[in-house]
């Protein structure tokens, strides 16, 4: 079975239309009063709607939409389930962490500075080293994303793809840094859920609707068609939210949508953020159901194909082009989260804390902040040209946020934590997942 594909002129249509519109967009936002904490959680007063949307598309990337069809396509039909609910959950498991940040660092930018002022700055540099070094993998995995889907659905290079891509995000985020990133996320997200919308039925149809599929789920195994199927949570679900909960607690893009919304908002925002991830996660998921219970094989076994394949296999070209958008949307939304996690970690841990002790020079900052975005775009668009295995790099941005996530919780609850305490209980984490992970000692 061979993919369609857009072509060349059509493909390259797309990602000037997607990134000049949202480019276009940012310019909007006011210029005129910009400073440094705009620049990094846009004063602390995003509202409920914009607050919920930006949570949602960041929580939403690229794998998350290709994982939850691998779990519908390897656990049957409780996958999507497993990896949906858990996700949208972590979200709202994240709310009274929040509220507890927002109490004991009501003005803060980052999680770092809250850890700067409960143990001083050996354990915050830690965790700001956790999160660049994980934001910038993050970064790279977003293009390689982009990569790959350039590469599938038109003739252009992987290369090409990263570079666009890279570029693109770049020239909307560079100049208002957060503020552009959560005002974008809106119409990212409002296009994405339109598109899901449309795709999901239409994909069910095209295969001949319901009673097709119905038909077809005896070619489950007795596990993949159990609701309640104990491999998928065990295999799915309970990894799933043990990592999600380290990228809730440890990622800089989520603690700095905390850190931004408006405290009164701070509930409806959360319960909005799980229902909206949860709704459009699980409904992709299904995709991958549809085609396990029609015997689809995956192109070239690669399971990030499923998507695509099914769309441009069952579907006409419009709706390739819908599903292109879709993607290039969920993995921007995220990518341009991570270029302001990092411009925020440099600007006020290393340099407002560190460096300029407290003393920082706005202007200094908005310049160390654009300088940051520049750097991680150009590191991102190498290290995702290399083509590193995309798990092995999420593995490892799972271990570096898990390390950090139960020292930090223990340290927003427990007076007794002293920075020893922080710092070793991070070092001996990470240390012992470098001796399971590399194989240092020998497994019993």
Known sequence: MQLQQLGTPLTLLLLILFFGVTFLITLSIGRKQENADHYMTAGNRVGFGISAASMTATWIWASSLYASATSGYTYGVSGPIHYGLWGALMI???YPFGRRFRELAPNAATLGELIHARHGPSSQLILAFSNLLGSVISLMVNLTAAGALVS???PLSFQAGIVIAGLGVLSYTFYSGFRASVFTDLGQLLAMMAIAVVIIPAVLFAMGGPSTVVANLSNLTSEQANLFSKDAFL??????FVAVLAYAIGNQTISQRLFAVDESHLK????TATIGYGAIVIGLGMIGLMALAVGVQPLDGNMNNLIPQMVSSYLPPFFIVLFF???IG???ST???DLSALSAIMMADVYGKNIAKGKADPRKMLIIGRSTMIVATVLGMILASLSFDILVMLVFVG???GAIVFPVIASCFWNRVTNAAFTWAVAAAMAIFCLVRFELVPMV
């Open 325 to 327: 958008i879709l993607v």
């Open 152 to 154: 599938v659905l038109s």
């Open 399 to 401: 271990a570096l946020w």
């Open 268 to 271: 409806p925002t959360f319960i």
């Open 92 to 94: 709202l498991f994240i």
């Open 330 to 332: 969920s993995l921007s």
């Open 235 to 240: 295999y799915q679900g309970a990894p799933y």
């Open 335 to 337: 990518a341009d989260s």
